[in-house]
């Protein structure tokens, strides 16, 4: 079974624009394409490049951006720059175009942040960001004035924006245009409760836009916004609102005098997806995209802002992805043409004989999502109505036809789009999916594209963003690749060849399970054929600077490199001297790991030793020989900080463009992966893509079990038969040898850390400093120790814990299982699942028993979540050991201890997917109780299946 859904826009307008063409800006981010984006984020620019590193970097990645958005043929960027992380960067990016001028007609628009009631300290940036923009010959101006693009805007109030527009007139004798955005939360989710606003609250909403456009010269609209409103986890892009309230009552205001001078903006959102915070709108193929554009199209807006143009943490960039390739270029291309009354064309350098098709679908799903294809077409010519054909056939990975879809007609000249949506229960026995078209083009020749495969996990999905690949994108590759077996335990011999026949090749890379394990490097920086990879980092609750000193004894030709992070300053890395590198200034943040590297020559690394001395935190020693038989070792320091220490295992960092037509690979890769998927990717001068099919050395062959998921087209739980061995067992592994951290036996990825969690929305993130706001505090690690013929971990409730990556518990069913000790009778935390936004599971000791609740989403926009609690009256003796176990199939809620159960029915999915903390923390106080502290006592053992045991 499957559901198709077919689209074509009627690209209608109800207003006539102020000015006289439409202005299309994007906003600019600070990150460069410069960084190192490997195994922190999940997307990177595609046309990154690690040669920028020498020098200017931010100037020259702002320019290398300007030419690139000139090929959306748009008229240019707009940057948030009244902060004071900002300005400088906006008023250099300013200066460079003086030296390297950009393409005729661009332009920078002027933009600001809004947070709250402004200090002293923000008007005064605000009124030095207004001033550079009015010394600059490439600030935007309408008739004289400059527009100031806003962020946040309600936040200051009306009265606020109005006094602003008079001091910055005053003060510059230039007068602004201030763009605002109804502060209409209040409407919006009446309208998602109700369907639909009564006359009073309509009347009350256009007293708002009034007032609004009162204060201000430009009226922001968003045409669209997000509700979770089906049973996927993402929540759905809807204009409902937006057509239904704010549009008739903009074009009424615009009818009167007073307001018919005002401009419209409209700010354009395509998704948002954050696999940090679980916290994500989905981007369904291009639908949220053309959705909010065919919607802004009713208001016909003076200006419009594509938010944003480099966002790596959110993934809402327009900037030319690995994952995105040039699709919004294309349909940017495309809407900005329509709107300015221009012919559409195609882009320069195409192949025509290929069709200006877009095949969109998800890489990675969790077993009870909609798995979605999207095939757009979009139009190169006004007025050529010739017809292609395309057929989507779905094989398993031995090449089985599992579903062979209606052959498509689309014509050259219309945008039309064909969607397709299969539930993955009935695609519960395959691993991976291979995708591919067949195209007859007008000339009736054919062609078959392999698109990128889609992983269909039983229980993991915490990457939701989706591959968007244009058939003329695909870059034409003659290549071979080659995986096998190697001689020792988790190896394999990889070999690959590419050349292209046209253009020259920027990178070639293996992939395993979506993640860069390899890059041919033409440069050879960190010789992993010669040489072992340390990768270390420090982070800390409380950031701090250090002079730090390296050195590797017994091991001649080491060398260390400090990541390319984003804020990493320009000058070069510290050189070796006397066998030390001296930091003078290191900095341990709490937000990002911000990694060195250290390689050792493989043929001395047995007996080498690295030494670390950090001026606060002391002079620690260790055995690398010891490393590279464990893997990982961590340590922590005091009472905020920590160092973990890894033999990498994937590629490190981007290498600098090959900028050859061939290369080739032939190397052994280690992985941590139960089944690794290898892939060979290519990545063209001219941004084209190159995807070979997927290579699986080792396939699940377990037994058929049954295993609960949540169908998000049926929206209930579901029980569907999956191989026993692809569902995660994480048995944590009660061994001292790694120092402030836990091994799983499951993949590294589920290894636990001994205290830690600082990094990014991980659990001791924020809010700070509340989280750890305990002055009697010492070690957040709890202590190795052995107690009843185990080793156990001993908790001094004052504030240890254990951090647990994202999704160690599932947000699907699951079965926890620990073993405490409990001591003292005072209220307690025993587990979490929760960053600084909820999550679902927490457990509890109250009066000596297991309290558990459960945070759960809610329907409707701005993520609405309700608690459940379930006061089990299980007993957790002081000074005994207890076996608790908590076991979840979507439908009832099973509680035990020691063989005593309790059980509920409750079939409700947790607000997000998240990390979990075993033992802490205590916030926020209204949901643990102000009582509640820290675990004290013994744990033994923690076991985690990604599956339910409930009888």
Not at 80 to 105: A, C, F, M, R, T
Request: negative net charge; aromatic residues 12%; hydrophobic residues 35%.
């Amino acid at each position: 079974m499957y559901n198709r859904q077919e689209e074509k826009p009627t690209f209608q307008t109800m207003r006539q624009r102020m000015l006289p063409q439409p202005l299309f800006y994007a906003e600019y981010q600070s990150y460069r394409l410069v960084e190192n984006y490997l195994h922190y984020w999940i997307d990177r620019p595609l046309f990154h490049d690690s040669s920028l590193r020498e020098g200017k970097s931010y100037r020259d990645s702002f320019l290398r951006n300007v030419e690139i958005v000139g090929k959306y043929e748009i008229d240019g960027f707009v940057m948030l720059s009244n902060p004071s992380g900002h300005i400088n960067l906006y008023k250099e990016q300013l200066q460079s175009l003086d030296e390297v001028k950009p393409y005729s007609g661009f332009t920078y628009m002027c933009g600001a942040g809004y947070a709250g009631k402004p200090s002293q300290q923000w008007l005064d940036l605000y009124q030095k960001n207004y001033e550079i923009a009015v010394a600059s010959p490439y600030t935007l101006r309408v008739n004289g004035k400059i527009p100031i693009w806003a962020y946040h805007s309600a936040s200051a109030g009306t009265e606020t924006l109005r006094e602003l527009a008079k001091s910055l007139h005053e003060k510059t004798s230039v007068e602004p245009i201030i763009f605002s955005e109804p502060a209409d939360l209040r409407f919006r989710q009446l309208y998602d409760k109700n369907g639909k606003l009564t006359t009073e609250e309509m009347g009350q909403l256009r007293e708002l836009l009034a007032a609004t456009m009162d204060c201000c010269g430009g009226l922001m609209v968003s045409p669209t916004e997000e509700s979770r409103i089906s049973g996927d986890y993402t929540s759905v892009p809807t204009s409902a609102y937006y057509r239904d309230c704010i549009v008739p009552l903009v074009l009424e205001l615009t009818a009167l005098p007073q307001y018919k001078d005002k401009l419209v903006g409209a700010y354009i959102r395509k998704g948002y997806v954050n696999h940090f915070t679980g916290n994500n709108s989905g981007e369904y193929g291009t639908v949220a995209f053309r959705l909010a554009m065919d919607s802004l199209l009713l208001l016909n807006p003076d200006v419009i802002v594509f938010f944003e143009w480099n966002e790596a943490n959110e993934n809402t960039h327009f900037q030319p992805t690995v994952n995105n390739g040039l699709t919004m270029q294309r349909l940017i291309r495309f809407y900005a043409r329509k709107m300015r009354g221009q012919p559409t064309a195609p882009a320069e350098g195409d192949d025509l004989s290929v069709p200006n098709l877009v095949f969109c679908s998800r890489q990675v799903l969790r077993l009870g999502d909609t798995l979605r294809y999207e095939l757009l077409n979009i139009p190169d010519s006004d007025t050529d109505n010739s017809e292609y054909r395309v057929q989507l056939t779905v094989r398993d990975y031995d090449g089985n036809a599992l579903k062979v879809f209606p052959e498509e007609t689309f014509k050259l000249s219309e945008i039309k789009v064909v969607n397709y949506e299969i539930p993955t229960e009935q695609l519960a026995a395959y691993f991976l999916l291979l995708p591919e078209l067949r195209v007859v083009n007008t000339a009736g020749q054919e062609r078959v594209f392999a698109m990128q495969y889609n992983r269909i996990h039983p229980s993991v999905c915490w990457n939701y963003k989706e591959i968007m690949q244009p058939l003329r994108d695909v870059l034409p590759l003659t290549a071979s690749f080659d995986v096998k077996k190697g001689d020792a335990p988790g190896t394999y011999r990889v070999d690959a060849s590419a050349e292209s026949p046209s253009e020259e090749l920027m990178q070639l890379e293996v992939l395993d399970s979506e993640s860069e394990v390899y890059a041919v490097d033409r440069e050879n920086k960190y010789d992993p054929e010669k040489n072992i990879i340390i990768e270390g980092s420090f982070t800390a609750f409380s950031p701090s600077t250090q002079k730090m000193i390296f050195e590797v004894r017994n091991a001649p030709g080491w060398q260390w490199f400090r990541e390319c992070h984003r804020y990493k300053s320009e000058a070069p890395d510290p050189p070796i001297v006397d066998n030390q590198v001296t930091v003078q200034y290191y900095y341990i943040d709490y937000y990002y790991r911000y990694p060195f590297f250290i390689t050792v020559p493989k043929d001395v690394a047995a007996d080498a030793v690295l030494d670390i001395d950090a001026s606060g935190l002391g002079k620690h020693s260790f055995n690398v020989g010891k490393l590279l038989e464990l893997g990982k070792m961590a340590k922590v320091f005091d009472d905020t900080s920590r160092l973990d220490l890894a033999i990498a295992k994937n590629l490190v960092d981007i290498p600098v463009p090959l900028r050859q037509k061939q290369a080739s690979i032939s190397t052994v890769l280690e992985t941590g992966s139960r089944f690794p998927i290898y892939q060979l990717r290519a990545i063209s001068s001219s941004g084209r893509i190159y995807r070979s099919r997927p290579i699986m050395p080792v396939r699940p062959t377990g037994k058929p079990v049954q295993h609960s998921v949540f169908s998000a087209p049926k929206r209930q739980a579901v029980t569907v038969e999956v191989a026993e061995d692809r569902i995660p067992e994480l048995v944590y592994q009660f061994d001292g040898a790694h120092g402030a951290m836990l091994k799983n036996s499951w993949e590294p990825f589920f290894d636990g850390q001994l205290g830690g969690g600082f990094i990014y929305l991980e659990p001791f993130n924020r809010p700070r400093p509340v989280l750890l706001d305990h002055p009697e505090r010492e070690s957040l690690a709890p202590a190795w120790g052995t107690a009843d013929d185990a080793t156990v971990l001993a908790f001094d409730g004052k504030a240890n814990y254990i951090n647990l990556p994202r999704e160690s518990l599932p947000y699907g069913s699951f079965t926890l299982e620990f073993e405490i000790k409990p001591e003292g009778n005072d209220e307690q935390v025993l587990f979490r699942t929760c960053s600084s936004h909820r999550g679902s599971l927490n457990l509890y000791r109250r009066q000596g028993k297991l309290e558990g609740t459960f945070t759960y989403r809610v329907d409707g926009i701005n993520n609405q979540n309700a608690i459940e609690k379930f006061q089990t009256e299980l007993e957790l003796p002081d000074g005994k050991w207890s076996k608790v176990s908590v076991s979840y199939d979507l439908k009832t809620m099973k509680f035990s201890v020691d063989g005593a159960s309790r059980e509920y029915p409750f079939s409700e999915r947790g607000v997000f997917f998240k990390p979990s903390i075993f033992g802490g923390h205590a916030w926020p106080v209204y949901e643990v109780g102000k009582d509640t502290r820290f675990f004290k006592g013994l744990l033994r053992s923690l076991r985690i299946r990604h599956a339910a045991t409930v009888e």
